[in-house]
């Protein structure tokens, strides 16, 4: 075997042992899969150099030359594509099908020689003699062009890594020069070479870039990019051309928008639309028509609220480029300023309701005791009263007077009650609970009380303890089931579920039911301090707003929205107990 041959089988046997590597990976990176196709490439290179250095027959020898060069045609592209895939250049990582066109001219090269016979364009071919065509240098000169450009983009890269990792940035800059340098000493002749050294210097290149690609992991530290901070927003991104129609989003738009792939190419105005019905179109079309927009509530039809933004992008002539809309989520926002409303008018209210409970207390307890004694005054009178007359009239009407003025005076002591609970803190003792029992007492004391319908229990066991006051928490889970069946009004085939879940550290209780549900324009102000949807004989519009408190005062939070099963939902979140 020659100098040529050895030198070509050593090539091959590098590059073998590389690909084998690199496929034992099993990575599905584009990356990783070019660095396949540019081995392979350099193996079928190297392989046919061995072949063509061997002493063989002439068909063996055009046998050889088809092999090499279909590494040839293979080889500067795959090296150029490559260089684009690993320094992450923006076109190539946007569309990378669209450089598929590149290996047309490599393939139609590689046709051109497997018909030379037939038009002797590319080269005269005979034993020991190869005299090269045009065909042959317009094939040369496309892959110079390819290896050329893959290189100018390692060495830029190089530039760049140097101030990080100077001995990659060394590695990566020889990588890419060696090849070029040995490819044109061979090809012009600057340096006399007994053999072509162009797929050995491949070989070495592609054995410095395996471990500075995979094991120094130089590229993975490139600078982040602006289209890799809009891929990672939380927040939907849409993005329109100059005559405002839909270009491309961000994966966050994608999820908001899972009709996104046809969507492409409409009306920006309309994309919103399919977002905020009511107001995505208007909004749009401002955008369009003043180049810049802030809307701090736009509602969604599953029931979120946006804050978009949106703005016309100038080229540097000072004309339109495209438009930006950016959407942020405010839902969680909206519900914790709600929240904190609602912590501050309970305050509020508390406050006042001290004074007011105090005040009324002592004239409610000397009205009590003057009713009292005005029931036994009448009694008293009707022993001696005559039996017919005015005066008999007034006196049996009397004691049911009496007792309605005590209910009334009874519902007052209700509400001062309520009232006085609303004006101070529990001092009710907390301890481990389990929530399965209290759920339970709930459901059993909900059932003597007036209502309809059915109520389903669903009670995972092992759930987590939680710290609270028993009788505190079944007083909020009676109050919320005790309304949830007289939502029901009168249906038999009502149904109240209470569902216990634990997720991320907290219990949460939901009792749903399926009555007619809470009305959006109400939603915000249900756990208001006096405000009830009940008749003024059936609620004092302290119930909700009692529980409320009390779930506060455990650390956790009472929600309402509405129901799967078309009515109401009222959440209790409690704190789970650490183990």
């Known amino acids: 075997m020659n100098h040529a041959a050895l030198a070509n089988a050593a090539t091959f046997a590098l590059t073998l042992l590389l690909l084998t590597v690199v496929l034992a990976r099993r990575s599905s990176r584009m990356v990783d899969g070019l660095l396949c196709l540019l081995l392979s490439g350099i193996l079928v290179w190297s392989g046919g150099a061995v072949w063509r250095a061997m002493p063989v027959s002439h068909e063996q020898m055009l046998a050889a030359h088809h092999v090499v060069f279909f590494g040839v045609s293979v080889v500067p592209v795959t ?18 099908a669209h450089t598929l066109w590149l290996a047309l001219p490599g393939l139609l090269f590689y046709l051109a020689f497997a018909t030379n016979p037939g038009h002797g364009q590319f080269a005269h071919i005979d034993f020991e003699v190869f005299e090269r065509g045009p065909l042959f240098w317009a094939m ?37 020069l060696i090849p070029q340098f040995f490819a044109a000493t061979y090809l012009f002749e600057w340096i006399d070479w007994p053999l072509d050294p162009t797929p050995a210097s491949l070989g070495v290149s592609a054995a410095i870039l395996y471990p500075v690609i995979l094991g120094m992991r130089a590229f993975e530290d490139l600078p982040l990019l602006r289209r890799d901070v809009i891929e990672h927003l939380p927040d939907p991104v849409l993005i329109a051309d100059p005559e405002g129609r839909l270009v491309d989003l961000n994966p966050a738009a994608r999820r908001l928008l899972p009709e996104a792939r046809a969507l492409r190419h409409q009306p920006l105005q309309e994309v919103i639309a399919r977002i905020s019905p009511h107001h995505g179109a208007p909004a749009g079309e401002e955008i369009l028509a003043s180049g810049e927009v802030m809307l701090p509530d736009v509602p969604s039809e599953d029931g979120r609220h946006f804050r978009l933004r949106g703005a016309r992008v100038e080229s540097q002539y000072g004309t339109a480029a495209g438009f930006f809309v950016v959407l942020h989520d405010r839902s969680d926002e909206l519900r914790a300023e709600r929240a904190l409303r609602q912590a501050q008018r309970l305050d509020s209210v508390g406050m006042l309701a001290a004074g007011i409970a105090h005040e009324l207390n002592n004239p409610l307890a000397f009205v009590n005791a003057n009713l009292t004694h005005l029931s036994d005054a009448v009694a008293a009178a009707k022993s001696h009263a005559p039996s017919h007359g005015h005066e008999a009239e007034l006196l049996d ?25 609303l004006s101070r803190r529990t001092d009710g003792i907390r301890e481990p609970l389990d929530v399965g029992p209290v759920v339970e007492e709930a459901v059993r004391m909900a059932a003597l009380s007036t209502g309809s319908g059915r ?35 009168d249906r038999e085939d009502g149904r109240v579920r209470v569902r216990v879940r634990s997720a991320d550290g907290a219990v949460d209780i939901e009792v749903e039911d399926d009555g007619p ?30 529980a409320y408190d009390l779930v506060r005062d455990h650390g956790g939070r009472l929600t309402a929205d509405r129901s799967p099963l078309g009515g109401a939902r009222f959440t209790v979140c409690l704190p789970a107990r650490a183990a």
């Open 79 to 96: 090296w150029f594509l490559l260089s684009l895939a690993v320094t992450r250049v923006a076109w190539f990582e946007k569309r990378p």
């Open 140 to 176: 040369i000169a496309w892959g110079f062009v390819c290896s050329t450009a893959g290189t100018v983009v390692f060495v830029r890269h190089a530039r760049w890594l140097a101030s990080r990792e100077r001995r990659g940035a060394l590695l990566l800059l020889s990588a890419g």
């Open 397 to 421: 009407e009397a004691p049911s007077v009496l007792a309605e003025t005590r209910q009334g005076v009874d519902r007052i002591a209700e509400i001062v009650s309520g009232m006085q609970r």
């Open 455 to 489: 109520v389903e229990i669903d009670l995972p066991e092992d759930l987590p303890m939680v710290t609270g006051s028993r009788g505190e928490l079944v007083q909020v889970l009676l109050n919320l089931i005790v309304n949830a069946r007289q939502a029901l009004a």
């Open 517 to 546: 549900g809470i009305p959006q324009a109400t939603i915000d102000r249900i756990f208001d301090p006096f405000f009830t949807t009940k008749a003024p004989d059936q609620g004092t519009g302290l119930g909700l707003p009692i």
